[in-house]
């Protein structure tokens, strides 16, 4: 019984491990899909590609950069008006 408790435990790590990196891995894809009006996403998922060139893109450096990038194109348009 302890043997079948443990397998399972190190089955239980393992899926939680592998899920968590799906999520990390995809979930800015998803906020620029979801949540950038589309005339931004290209701009956007180009410079969270650029931000981290690894397999897996570091979510919270990654969107800092973004907004950072957004407000000064926002702040750019505005001057111009």
Known sequence: ???????LVVIAVLVTIVVLEVLAATLPMLIVVLLVPPPERHTLATL??????????RLWQALRIAVVERRRVR???????
Do not use: C
């Not at 019984?1 to 397998?7: F, H, K, S």
């Not at 702040?75 to 008006?81: A, C, L, P, Q």
């Open 1 to 7: 019984m302890t043997e079948l408790l443990l397998v």
């Open 48 to 57: 969270l590609a650029a931000a981290d060139s690894s397999r897996r893109l």
């Open 75 to 81: 702040s750019t348009s505005e001057i111009k008006r």
